[in-house]
């Protein structure tokens, strides 16, 4: 993947760029607003890291800019703590997704993972599938090895974004805000809680785990031994 | 400063302009006054003049020249004070009777020098003057005139009464002048030395308001209201920063001891990476108690109520117990919820920032209340109110802690020795606030009733 991080402090720029390396993608960073807008325009990225504070152009102005010349680019905005109303400022403008710093390089990897391969799901394409269970989006019906699997709303819609996102990493945070809307962080298990009730009804009695835990990081659903 | 030049003080100026006001009041009331009198005087000294004028020439045209001459000698001889004057000449220019001399002959009314008429007598008063007027007689002229010595009276009483008011007009201006000046002047100096006191650092004095609602009262009650309001802030900043170095003084001393002892694990690898991840997940909860600190300082100053809309506060309370419901489970408890609203359930606000309200509370009773706990979720209609509610049947919290655990980042003596960062419930207030709710914390029996009271969306 080619990657665009427009982020004036050297460290976490650093920070980034090293880590995406790591997992091989191609990283190039700059530190000014302005720079970065040209740079967007000019190259094709396959996704956008751009802090919220920049010298020469704030992030806002430079992602309005961008969709305003019609370009679509995913893009990631990073901000400083406690902006009550950064991420929604930042959704406004066209952003796609939003991160706090500080924050852990899993949650970024899995963002970015989440939103570049974000798969364009023909419209015709009402049945997830992963390994032998399947989702009828429109009967709202699960079924595995052909049982037909009860699910509350609430489960519903997260196996749904899990099946959605399908070999990809979704960390807590992430399921969080896509299903429960929560946008901040529950003292108590609310994830593992309902990630283990829904494995109690489509993983334990098949014997055959879909649904895994990633260490330090969340949860992917494939059908992978 | 206040200045203390007499000249700039408001009282005085409204003083001298209300006392020059007063005086060309009394001045024009007074010129009307004369102006009026003058000219009924005038008008009716006239009228005297001609009725006598009009006797006299019936005596002349009834009874002849020669009676005329001993009425009008007769006249003249009874004028008292000489407030009258007559004068008959014969058609040769011989005096026949009369009181002046040598007046010359003219038409229509004449206005007569007493200072210029030869007098016969040389009594009265020698500012008088005559309205006079000629009339022609069968064999001569006849001059009457009337005195305008009540004119001069008029005018000389009005100009004393004039004299006098001015006076006493600018004695009283001049007067309450001082008085309101003094009394405004004591209020505002007042205020000075009280705000000056506060400039000082003494943010807690207030300036007195007096029984008599004056607009330097209203000022007052609006200082003192600034001035709470401020000194509630710093008492919170103050609070909030040395709560903050209380409370993240232990974290951040646990993180360098574990990064410490991490750097002397020499070759144990395992050792070693457990102890950095314990100490990012201590750092974590750093960030974390941060994070809802700036959060509550944005909400108390009202951030995000721009983004408020209609939204039904029975679906909001239903979905979190939804949410929570297998997670109190998974803690051997029982999560109740009571939500059964026909009516209308409408408020205005934040659907994001009151799932994390409620969120907030059920987690509170979950993590303060032993295994097996009931907690119940519920929403009522009190009148244009609707109260949502959370109960538990845990410890509760002591009648006199109800209003600390507010405050942020404070703990009850009892978990001073569990985890939590004691900013829950101050973000709860934040957000209740923000909304315009009141929390209120009441006894279960046993446990914790917490009610949100919300204002019903209007309209």
Same mark, same amino acid.
């Given at each position: 993947?080619?990657?665009?991080?427009?982020e004036? @402090?050297?460290?976490?720029?650093a920070?980034?760029?090293?880590?995406?390396g790591?997992e091989g993608?191609?990283?190039?960073?700059?530190?000014?607003?302005?720079?970065?807008?040209?740079?967007?325009?000019?190259?094709?990225y396959? +996704?956008l890291?751009?802090?919220?504070?920049?010298?020469?152009?704030?992030?806002?102005?430079?992602?309005?800019?961008?969709?305003?010349?019609?370009?679509?680019?995913?893009?990631?905005?990073?901000?400083?703590?406690?902006?009550?109303?950064?991420? /929604?400022?930042?959704?406004?403008?066209?952003? @796609?997704?939003y991160?706090?710093?500080?924050?852990?390089?899993?949650?970024?990897?899995?963002?970015?993972?989440?939103?570049?391969?974000?798969?364009?799901?023909?419209? $015709?394409?009402?049945?997830?599938?992963?390994g032998?269970?399947?989702?009828?989006?429109?009967?709202?019906?699960v079924?595995?090895?052909?049982?037909?699997?009860e699910?509350?709303?609430?489960?519903?819609?997260?196996? #749904?974004?899990?099946?959605?996102?399908?070999?990809?990493v979704?960390?807590?945070?992430?399921?969080?805000?896509?299903v429960?809307?929560f946008?901040?962080?529950?003292?108590?298990? /609310?994830?593992?809680t309902?990630?283990?009730?829904?494995?109690?009804? +489509?993983?334990?009695?098949?014997?055959?785990?879909?649904?895994?835990?990633?260490?330090?990081?969340?949860?992917?659903?494939?059908?992978?031994? | 400063? +206040?200045?203390?030049?007499?000249?700039?003080?408001?009282?005085?100026?409204?003083?001298?302009?209300?006392?020059?006001?007063?005086?060309?009041?009394?001045?024009a009331?007074?010129?009307?006054?004369? +102006?009026?009198?003058?000219?009924?005087?005038?008008?009716s000294?006239?009228?005297?003049?001609?009725?006598?004028t009009?006797?006299l020439t019936a005596?002349?045209?009834q009874?002849?020249?020669?009676?005329?001459?001993?009425?009008?000698?007769?006249?003249? @001889?009874?004028?008292?004070?000489?407030?009258?004057?007559?004068l008959?000449?014969?058609?040769?220019?011989s005096?026949?009777?009369?009181?002046?001399q040598? /007046?010359?002959?003219?038409?229509?009314?004449? #206005?007569?020098?007493?200072a210029?008429?030869?007098m016969?007598?040389s009594?009265?008063n020698?500012?008088d003057?005559?309205?006079?007027?000629?009339?022609?007689?069968?064999?001569?002229?006849?001059l009457? =005139?009337?005195s305008?010595r009540?004119?001069?009276?008029?005018?000389?009483i009005l100009?004393h009464?004039?004299?006098?008011?001015?006076?006493?007009?600018l004695?009283?201006?001049? =007067?309450?002048?001082?008085?309101?000046?003094?009394?405004?002047?004591?209020?505002?100096?007042?205020?000075a030395t009280t705000?000056?006191?506060?400039?000082?650092?003494?943010i807690s004095?207030?300036?007195?308001?007096?029984a008599?609602h004056?607009?330097?009262?209203h000022?007052?009650?609006?200082?003192?209201?600034?001035?709470?309001?401020?000194?509630?802030?710093?008492?919170?900043?103050?609070?909030?920063?040395?709560?903050?170095a209380h409370?993240?003084?232990?974290?951040?001393?646990?993180?360098?001891?574990?990064?410490?002892?991490?750097?002397?694990?020499?070759?144990d690898?395992a050792?070693?990476r457990?102890?950095?991840?314990? $100490?990012?997940?201590?750092?974590?909860?750093?960030v974390?108690?941060?994070e809802?600190?700036?959060r509550?300082?944005?909400?108390e100053? =009202?951030a995000?109520?721009?983004?408020?809309?209609?939204?039904?506060?029975?679906?909001?309370l239903?979905?979190?117990?939804?949410i929570?419901?297998?997670?109190?489970?998974?803690?051997?408890?029982?999560?109740?919820?009571?939500v059964?609203? =026909?009516?209308?359930?409408?408020i205005?606000?934040?659907? #994001?920032?009151?799932t994390?309200?409620?969120?907030?509370?059920?987690?509170?009773?979950?993590?303060?209340?032993?295994?097996?706990?009931?907690?119940?979720?519920g929403?009522?209609?009190?009148?244009?109110?609707?109260?949502?509610?959370?109960?538990?049947?845990?410890?509760?919290?002591?009648?006199?802690e109800?209003?600390?655990?507010?405050?942020?980042?404070?703990?009850?003596?009892?978990e001073?020795?569990?985890?939590?960062?004691?900013?829950g419930?101050?973000?709860? $207030?934040?957000?209740?606030?923000?909304?315009?709710?009141?929390?209120?914390?009441a006894?279960?029996?046993?446990?914790?009733?917490? #009610?949100v009271?919300?204002?019903?969306?209007?309209?």
């Open positions: 993947m080619r990657i665009l991080v427009v004036d @402090d050297t460290e976490t720029s920070y980034i760029s090293h880590g995406f790591e993608h191609v990283v190039e960073t700059l530190a000014d607003g302005r720079d970065g807008l040209t740079q967007a325009m000019g190259e094709t396959d +996704i890291v751009v802090d919220r504070m920049l010298p020469g152009l704030d992030g806002l102005s430079l992602v309005r800019a961008l969709r305003a010349v019609g370009n679509k680019v995913p893009v990631i905005f990073l901000t400083s703590l406690g902006g009550v109303d950064d991420r /929604v400022d930042g959704l406004n403008v066209g952003g @796609d997704d991160l706090v710093k500080p924050f852990a390089f899993s949650e970024l990897l899995a963002r970015v993972n989440a939103l570049a391969r974000r798969p364009h799901l023909k419209d $015709a394409e009402t049945v997830l599938r992963v032998d269970l399947e989702m009828d989006l429109i009967a709202r019906t079924t595995r090895a052909g049982d037909n699997i699910l509350q709303p609430r489960e519903f819609r997260l196996l #749904e974004v899990l099946m959605r996102n399908k070999g990809r979704l960390t807590r945070t992430m399921l969080l805000e896509r429960w809307s946008h901040f962080e529950p003292r108590t298990s /609310v994830v593992e309902h990630i283990s009730r829904l494995r109690t009804k +489509i993983d334990r009695p098949y014997g055959h785990e879909l649904i895994h835990t990633v260490r330090g990081s969340g949860y992917t659903m494939h059908d992978q031994p | 400063m +206040i200045s203390h030049d007499i000249l700039k003080r408001t009282p005085v100026r409204i003083a001298a302009a209300f006392a020059s006001l007063f005086a060309v009041t009394v001045v009331l007074v010129s009307v006054l004369y +102006i009026t009198l003058v000219s009924e005087l005038d008008s000294i006239r009228q005297h003049v001609e009725e006598i009009d006797t005596i002349d045209r009874q002849g020249f020669k009676d005329l001459t001993a009425v009008v000698a007769e006249e003249a @001889d009874s004028v008292r004070d000489f407030d009258s004057i007559f008959l000449r014969a058609d040769d220019g005096l026949q009777a009369g009181n002046v040598n /007046v010359q002959l003219f038409t229509g009314w004449g #206005e007569l020098d007493r210029w008429l030869p016969v007598a009594k009265g020698p500012d003057r005559f309205f006079a007027k000629w009339t022609r007689v069968s064999k001569g002229h006849l009457v =005139g009337g305008d009540e004119i001069r009276e008029v005018r000389r100009l009464g004039l004299g006098w008011g001015l006076a006493a007009t004695l009283l201006a001049i =007067g309450s002048a001082v008085y309101l000046a003094r009394r405004a002047q004591q209020k505002i100096d007042v205020f705000l000056s006191k506060v400039s000082r650092g003494q004095e207030r300036v007195p308001v007096t008599s004056d607009d330097l009262d000022v007052a009650t609006q200082i003192n209201a600034t001035l709470a309001h401020l000194q509630k802030l710093i008492e919170n900043v103050n609070q909030a920063s040395s709560d903050i409370d993240l003084k232990k974290p951040i001393g646990r993180l360098r001891r574990r990064l410490e002892s991490a750097l002397s694990s020499d070759d690898t050792a070693f457990g102890q950095v991840e314990e $100490a990012l997940a201590d750092l974590d909860s750093i974390e108690t941060f809802a600190l700036l509550i300082t944005q909400l100053a =009202g995000r109520r721009s983004r408020f809309c209609n939204l039904s506060l029975s679906d909001v239903a979905d979190i117990a939804d929570y419901e297998p997670v109190v489970e998974e803690a051997d408890g029982r999560l109740l919820t009571s059964n609203m =026909g009516e209308r359930t409408e205005t606000g934040d659907r #994001e920032l009151l994390q309200l409620f969120a907030n509370l059920i987690e509170n009773a979950l993590r303060h209340s032993p295994v097996a706990t009931r907690i119940d979720v929403l009522e209609a009190r009148g244009d109110r609707l109260v949502a509610i959370v109960a538990d049947n845990g410890p509760g919290i002591p009648e006199h109800r209003d600390n655990v507010f405050r942020r980042l404070y703990r009850l003596e009892r001073r020795s569990t985890p939590g960062s004691g900013l419930l101050s973000l709860v $207030a934040a957000i209740a606030e923000l909304h315009g709710a009141t929390v209120e914390l006894d279960n029996a046993p446990g914790l009733r917490v #009610e009271h919300f204002p019903r969306a209007s309209g």
